[in-house]
């Protein structure tokens, strides 16, 4: 493909006019220049590392020099209207054709791509490959008018992922159809095996691989085992995050409207989120998440992809994800504004059973099995490491990292045990339970066993008279739990069927033989309570989200108050009006002119026009009420 006739700097130029960014952040000008000249490309960059630029600035660029329409392919209604919004904000022609128009709508919207006008049209894969959408882009592309195919979120191409969607198969038709219009894939998550998927399917085999760093330093990743996880979780919320944005993951619906519920009790605004909910319902309560001020979602995996809210403080999960993919992605929702945030995650023995479970009952084939298996076993390392969670993290993308000091395991390091004779004492009860009978049990009975209680189902089987019997007395029950979870997540132990009855595995001999030392983690005591009913923990170094002085946070508070204002007659986020970094930079450097607000960050030719007046006139008004 021939390189497009550019200025001195068009890039720097849309940035600075369109966005009202001075520089490009990491690769992305490299990723821009590539594609803007025609390449293409496969870009792997973190949530919040600024992906939607890497192709709205060279869609700009391509259009202004007359090639037409940018085409991106978005999974998610909500981030067209949203991505949609934040353009028509900075004045840039674009659009979305999905289910939520009607049909004059639509024809419009048709119309407006046929005649040229439009920069950036987005639409959902399975429109795009309908016969009409490919008439239409057959005839802009005869008019050399098909500009760029940005395929968004393309991680949902592979199978091996963990949000594979079925309709993204058919995208290689694009390349088949159109082979001389550039295209890129982008995706914020994909190891090996997912890019490798991407390149094959999308038919990418001679892009160009951009991969940004995968570290998110703001984010503080902390895992606890569970101990009565929804009063943990309280506590989390209360202590850390009063007031503030965020999203609680929950493995089933239920329990998503259970949570919420419960939340909601506790005096916090919680919503459910999940796909069993009316459509018109989980509008709304996006609506207001992606709206409102401190609304806390608890949601299942349906709610997620593609959400741009900037300032969401915190992602917690009260139940173990799939893989280190789906946790990284879903953690990475967390502070895409680049301010302090928590990923939170408590998780114990019934977690590892039950994804153990729904793998080994899945209908996959075993090659497919097999490797959810050891995504899963990586993701069992992170959360029982003893080491800094964010060196492994990056060490499963493919990246080396040092401790970074602000996990909890780098802030406070785990106690460990040698818990090799706790380990082989629990196996030799398992082995035990074969010996007498037969039969396989499940953690809580063999807990019971070594423990030396004399319970009626103990009774039942007569497991008082085996050799095991009270063995372990002198270690407690949480303790066992924490030693069964780990012999489950290092492999030496099976858990089966819905009742996660325990089996040796094939390396138990080596653990039972003494070959291997078993360091374990102690499990953590739970946080003491004051009179108050307040938990006591280590203070959080937390530096204020911003630094601002009183002056500044009351002129601050006034431009918040504005552009709530703005986002409510617009119909938009108010992060889409501007971000609260723009807004605070406003309000510390305090611009009396409109020539000193275009050099605020985020601050673009069309924002200028459309609010820059009203910006210095909150300022002022700001400022006077100060000084009175």
């Known amino acids: 493909m021939n390189a497009i006739a550019l200025d001195a700097d068009p890039a720097q130029q849309v940035l600075h006019e369109v966005f009202g960014y001075t520089a490009f952040r990491g690769a992305q000008r490299e990723i821009v220049d590539h594609v803007a000249a025609g390449g293409d490309a496969l870009v792997l960059m973190p949530t919040g590392g600024g992906k939607s630029l890497c192709y709205q600035v060279p869609a700009i660029q391509r259009h202004r020099a007359g090639r037409g329409v940018t085409v991106v392919v978005s999974p998610l209604i909500a981030l067209m209207h949203d991505q949609v919004g934040a353009l028509d904000e900075l004045g840039v022609p674009a659009a979305f054709l999905n289910s939520s128009l009607d049909g004059d709508e639509a024809r419009r919207v048709e119309r407006e791509l046929m005649s040229g006008q439009l920069v950036l049209l987005y639409a959902a894969p399975e429109r795009i490959l309908t016969p009409r959408f490919l008439a239409m882009l057959e005839s802009l592309n005869e008019r050399g008018l098909l500009s760029l195919f940005a395929i968004d979120e393309a991680h949902c191409v592979s199978q091996w992922g963990h949000d594979f969607r079925e309709e993204y198969l058919g995208l290689s038709a694009l390349h088949e159809r159109f082979p001389a219009v550039p295209r890129m894939a982008l995706t914020a998550t994909a190891d090996d095996h997912t890019r490798a998927d991407i390149v094959e399917r999308l038919q990418l085999a001679d892009a160009r691989l951009f991969v940004a760093s995968f570290d998110r330093p703001n984010i503080r990743y902390t895992i606890v085992e569970k101990d009565e996880p929804r009063r943990q979780l309280l506590r989390f919320l209360r202590d850390e995050h009063d007031g503030d944005a965020g999203i609680v993951y929950c493995q089933s619906r239920k329990k ?131 080491d800094c969670r964010r060196v492994r993290l990056l060490a499963y993308f493919g990246e080396d990292s040092t401790p970074c000091g602000n996990c909890d395991n780098c802030l406070n390091a785990p106690a460990t045990w040698d818990a090799t004779e706790a380990a082989r004492k629990a196996l030799s009860c398992i082995y035990r339970f074969h010996q007498h009978g037969g039969q396989r049990f499940g953690a809580g009975h063999l807990i019971d066993v070594l423990r030396g209680k004399a319970t009626d189902k103990v009774a039942q089987y007569g497991h008082a008279g085996l050799s095991t019997f009270g063995i372990g007395a002198d270690v407690a029950e949480a303790q066992w739990r924490s030693v069964l979870r780990q012999l489950i997540a290092l492999g030496h132990l099976r858990a089966d069927g819905e009742y996660g009855t325990l089996a040796l595995t094939a390396s138990a001999r080596e653990v039972l033989r003494g070959d291997v030392q078993l360091l374990l983690r102690v499990p953590a005591e739970a946080p003491r309570r004051t009179k108050t009913g307040r938990t006591t923990r280590p203070a959080r170094d937390k530096p204020p989200p911003l630094p601002l002085d009183d002056a500044a946070t009351a002129r601050f508070g006034a431009l918040k108050a504005w552009r709530a204002e703005v986002a409510r007659e617009h119909n938009l986020p108010a992060y889409v009006v501007f971000h609260d970094a723009s807004l605070a930079e406003m309000a510390r450097e305090q611009p009396d002119s409109l020539d000193a607000l275009a050099g605020i960050s985020g601050v673009g030719a069309k924002k200028l026009e459309a609010y820059g007046a009203e910006i210095l006139r909150v300022l002022a008004g700001a400022s006077s009420t100060d000084q009175d």
């Open 256 to 386: 998503v409207d259970e949570t919420a519920a419960w939340l909601s009790d506790e005096g916090l605004t919680a919503l459910p989120y999940h796909a069993g909910l009316d459509a018109g319902v989980r509008r709304k309560h996006q609506d207001r998440f992606l709206r409102e001020d401190g609304i806390v979602m608890v949601a299942t995996i349906a709610f997620g992809m593609g959400i741009d809210k900037p300032d969401v403080r915190f992602v917690a999960h009260l139940d173990l994800p799939k893989n280190i993919e789906a946790y990284y992605q879903e953690t990475g929702r967390a502070g895409r504004d680049g301010l302090p945030a928590d990923a939170w995650m408590a998780y114990g023995l019934a977690d590892v059973v039950n994804q153990r479970r729904m793998i080994d009952e899945g209908e996959a084939g075993e090659d497919f099995k097999r490797l959810q298996r050891t995504k899963l076993d990586a993701l069992l390392a992170l959360a029982e490491a003893h």
